[in-house]
């Protein structure tokens, strides 16, 4: 396997194991030439899965935009790798007990099933991005009935992050903090 730091075509792996139902080996691998560490999935190709889209097209079953579509819902919240590795081989393995053809939208019923047991914000994020929600309302009530359970804290600086930065860049405070400065220079 190529380093993915200097290129270098020499690794040794130096840990290995199954994920919880065997169906792939997770290797941790250090390049021979600048020691980088670095970790690689093996699983059974499924080239029989077909995902039917919404526009009827078909298109063979890739793991690896399910792992993406995941991650990406997941990002900067305190989810290891390893566990969404461990969500979508649960997901894949229901996927493929269930037939040789799945619907996007059963795709997606099930990753968010998944991410509501390993976190909130990241369920309301890919339901929000992959519009899972028939309408806004049914948006506004999920959060609102998170919002009950969580902390409105834990909430907040994920889904109006950005609105925080602006208001924490306020112009009338720059403008004070810069007045402050002028007259700390002149005394
Ligand atoms: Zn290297």
Redesign the pocket.
């Known amino acids: 396997m190529r ?6 075509r020499d ?1 040794k792996v130096i840990d290995s194991r199954q994920s919880r139902d065997s169906s792939s080996i997770r290797r941790r691998r250090v ?6 560490r670095f970790t690689t999935y093996e699983q059974i190709e499924r080239s029989d899965l077909r995902v039917i889209k919404r526009d009827r097209t078909h298109e063979p079953f890739d793991r690896r935009k399910l792992v993406n579509s995941l991650a990406r819902a997941c990002e900067k919240r305190p989810i290891s790798l390893v566990r969404l590795e461990t969500a979508v081989d649960e997901i894949v393995h229901e996927l493929e007990t269930s037939g040789r053809e799945v619907s996007s939208q059963v795709i997606g019923t099930k990753v968010l099933e998944k991410l509501r047991e390993i976190d909130e914000v990241a369920y309301l994020r890919y339901a929000s991005v992959h519009r899972r929600f028939e309408e806004v309302d049914q948006f506004v009530d999920a959060i609102q009935q998170l919002g009950r359970r969580i902390k409105p804290n834990a909430l907040q600086p994920e889904l109006f992050g950005t609105e925080i930065a602006q208001t924490a860049l306020h112009p009338a405070e720059t403008a004070n903090a810069e007045r402050k400065i002028e007259t700390h220079g002149r005394v």
């Open positions: 380093c993915p730091k200097c290129g270098f690794d390049c021979l030439q600048c020691a980088y």
